[in-house]
């Protein structure tokens, strides 16, 4: 995907310090195939929405292939 968005469900949110640099990993499943393969994105803090819990239907935004955002998307 060069840009464009897929929904997810948050399994889990861990931050990672890599030579003093603070970024996230995401990890999550396609809303589609909730107990399926564990996906894993890295991210800077400022690309991740704080409100985030496992369980929490999000939404990432890609840009060439990479995710750039991480968002709730709020229950219906």
């Avoid at 399994?11 to 564990?38: L, R």
């Avoid at 496992?54 to 990479?66: K, P, S, T």
Wanted: hydrophobic share 40%; no cysteine; aromatic share 6%.
């Amino acid at each position: 995907m060069l840009k464009g968005t897929r929904d997810g469900i948050l399994k889990k949110v861990q931050p990672i310090s890599i030579h003093g640099q603070v970024s996230w990993d995401v990890y999550f499943t396609d809303v589609e195939d909730s107990d399926g393969q564990i996906h894993v994105a890295r991210v800077g803090p400022e690309a991740v929405s704080h409100n985030l819990e496992a369980g929490d239907r999000i939404q990432l935004e890609y840009l060439v292939g990479v995710v750039v955002k991480v968002t709730r998307v709020p229950p219906s």
